[in-house]
Nanobody, 118 residues
Framework: QVQLVESGGGLVQAGGSLRLSCAAS????????MGWYRRAPGKQRELVAA???????NYADSVKGRFTISRETAKNTVYIQMNDLKPEDTAVYFC????????????WGQGTQVTVSS
């Protein structure tokens, strides 16, 4: 089992920044990729950014150049730095883990709300 705990959400004005953290515990040696998803009201969940154990990253087009995913291996923590936030970034953000050899993310955090006011 893998446990994921997010923190760092909140209310920010447009143009502002937030950093979300995701602390992983449990069988973390099984993790291949960590990702950040978000679900906005009335919209489907979307993958925002992901980082693999080899350091490769990928981003949704909507956040490229504004968001940066990173990890601190010693703390088993993944971060997403979100700059130049826009009202359309308002959503619940979830941390997720994908295990080695599996195609889908199967461990999820509880989510943290990010609200960007205009």
């Amino acid at each position: 089992q893998v446990q994921l705990v997010e923190s760092g959400g909140g209310l920010v004005q447009a143009g502002g920044s937030l950093r979300l953290s995701c602390a992983a515990s449990g069988s973390i040696f099984k993790i291949k990729t960590m990702g950040w998803y978000r679900r906005a009201p009335g919209k489907q969940r979307e993958l925002v950014a992901a980082i693999a154990t080899d350091g490769n990253t990928n981003y949704a087009d909507s956040v490229k150049g504004r968001f940066t995913i990173s990890r601190e291996t010693a703390k088993n923590t993944v971060y997403i730095q979100m700059n130049d936030l826009k009202p359309e970034d308002t959503a619940v953000y979830f941390c997720a883990a994908r295990r080695i050899g599996l195609p889908n993310y199967d461990y999820w955090g509880q989510g943290t709300q990010v609200t960007v006011s205009s």
